[in-house]
């Protein structure tokens, strides 16, 4: 288990309470505060200002972590993981060294209603319904979905029944491939260590397509199915009770995001999925338009050839905006303009 936390920035809320004891008793001089979720259920409250939530901090491993287990244990999947540490070893990260944490996450740009799953980013977000008077509040979970030739379906749908202790029944697809390859799967796989789908399983209006548990948590934030939707088994069991049958589910694949914090400062984020860098630019600079953040003629502002890297090359960081921004040299104004020619006068005055 990794140990010392240490906050990047200014605030963390993390979802096991044990690593918020220990925050404030290992904290430095001088050090930023972080200051756990007020709720110890995993849920952030939604900021009344801007789509930031969470906090990214550091932690150090132990001789046996993996960085697969210090991604499990705090709800980060493989690809964030990787990203947010592309120098340390999957296998062997080494006792003493300091692995971040990416726990910051921009809220997708759509309605937050019931379970919203960005597939370009391989993570869930859970907006459960709350009374009037109560503060909204938002749960966020590491997902594998279908790997290639089996894309995750993208639209608006529902859950429509919750299963514990499922039953996977192998796609005829799956069992056709099996059998060509002499190893035919059985026609059914009862509950127990074997069954691909866990504990847990909610069913989607997409016939075929589940939000389940696994038996390989290691896949989480892969594209590794055959299109379903994977969550580590502890992040299943915790939703399972949560999500209520005819829940929205939107399955989006938004492989670019901007946000502002509470102050207003503007973030971006592009995942590995984007296709082409200049229309990534252009998506990005319509995007920023749409919010106001810059002038509809004002793409200009941004400096591209700073911001090429990041779509020729996704890391799937977030961003701040104000280092992007190109500086602007204002033409001279009519005042300028003539205290300019009076002082190139001035010389030949003096020699008449």
């Known amino acids: 288990m990794s140990r010392v936390i240490m906050p990047v ?106 379970v919203v799953i960005n597939i370009a980013e391989l993570r869930l977000y859970y907006y459960p319904e709350t009374s009037e008077g109560q503060p909204s509040r938002v749960a966020t979970y590491p997902i594998g979905i279908g790997r290639e030739g089996y894309d995750t379906p993208l639209g608006i749908t529902q859950t429509i029944m919750r299963l514990e202790q499922p039953a996977w029944y192998p796609p005829s697809s799956m069992r056709q491939e099996a059998a060509e390859r002499g190893d035919p799967p059985p026609e059914v796989v009862l509950p127990g260590p074997d069954n691909p789908l866990g504990e847990y399983a909610i069913l989607l209006d997409i016939p075929g397509y589940l939000i389940h548990g696994t038996n390989q948590p290691d896949g989480i934030g892969m594209r590794a199915s055959r299109g379903c939707i994977r969550m580590y088994p502890e992040d299943i069991e915790s939703v399972f009770d949560e999500v209520p049958t005819n829940t929205q589910v939107n399955i989006i694949d938004h492989s670019i995001k901007v946000g502002e914090d509470e102050q207003g400062n503007s973030y971006f984020q ?36 700073r911001l090429l890297p990041h779509f020729a090359e996704p890391d799937d960081r977030i961003h701040s905006l104000s280092s992007f921004y190109q500086a602007v040299i204002e033409p001279p104004s009519e005042t300028d303009v003539m205290t300019v020619y009076s002082l190139m006068d001035e010389p030949a005055a003096a020699s008449c």
């Not at 809320?13 to 007020?38: W, Y």
């Not at 984007?274 to 502002?301: A, K, P, W, Y």
């Open 9 to 114: 920035d200014r605030q963390y809320a993390p979802k096991r309470t044990h690593v918020a004891l220990i925050v404030g008793a290992l904290m430095l001089p001088g050090m930023a505060t972080a200051q756990p979720d007020p709720n110890a259920d995993g849920y952030y409250a939604i900021p009344a200002q801007g789509e930031l939530i969470g906090q990214d901090y550091e932690v150090i491993a132990n001789q046996d972590d993996t960085l697969l287990d210090i991604a499990r244990e705090h709800n980060v999947g493989y690809e964030e993981i990787r990203s947010a540490n592309p120098d340390v070893s999957l296998w062997v990260p080494g006792e003493g060294t300091s692995v971040t944490i990416p726990r910051r996450h921009i809220l997708p740009d759509v309605e937050r209603k019931g």
């Open 270 to 305: 592009v995942f590995k999925s984007v296709e082409g860098v200049e229309s990534g630019i252009e998506q990005l600079e319509d995007m920023l338009v749409t919010r106001g953040v810059i002038e509809e003629q004002g793409g200009g502002l941004l400096d591209k050839v």
